[in-house]
């Protein structure tokens, strides 16, 4: 039996649409306690990770979900779709999330914020 390649999508968008997009950019990202976020947080600060990777640093295994809460906390995180090779040699698109510059301003305040309020205590 020969060895059928498996069908490749076309194309993956797994950001939000135009509208949408806009209006949670200008959304104010005020924090998180949860351990999972702050690792994805700290990690994603550093550079952009592929999927894989951020469920390895969450500790979860719904990456994807847990980009989702961080959306939903104000953050735009998208996920680039990036061709690549799978272990098995065929071509296979994998997602990559980055945090914006924009993103990146927000969770800097954030932790200036943080650190004021932990040492007017």
């Given at each position: 039996m020969a060895h059928a390649q498996l069908p490749l999508i076309a194309e993956l968008d797994l950001g939000?649409?135009?509208?949408?997009?806009?209006?949670?950019?200008?959304?104010?990202?005020?924090g998180t306690t949860?351990?999972?976020h702050?690792?994805?947080i700290h990690a994603l600060m550093i550079r952009p990770r592929r999927r894989e990777e951020i469920d390895?640093?969450?500790g979860a295994s719904n990456g994807p979900d847990l980009m989702a809460?961080?959306?939903?906390?104000?953050?735009?995180a998208p996920c680039r779709v990036v061709p690549g090779i799978d272990r098995?040699?065929?071509?296979?698109?994998f997602g990559v999330y980055a945090f914006t510059s924009e993103d990146c301003r927000k969770i800097t305040a954030w932790q200036r914020k943080l650190k004021r309020s932990a040492g007017s205590n």
């Open positions: 939000d649409s135009e509208g949408s997009a806009a209006s949670k950019a200008a959304a104010k990202f005020t949860n351990p999972r702050l690792r994805v390895s640093i969450s809460d961080l959306r939903a906390l104000g953050l735009s098995d040699g065929f071509p296979i698109r």
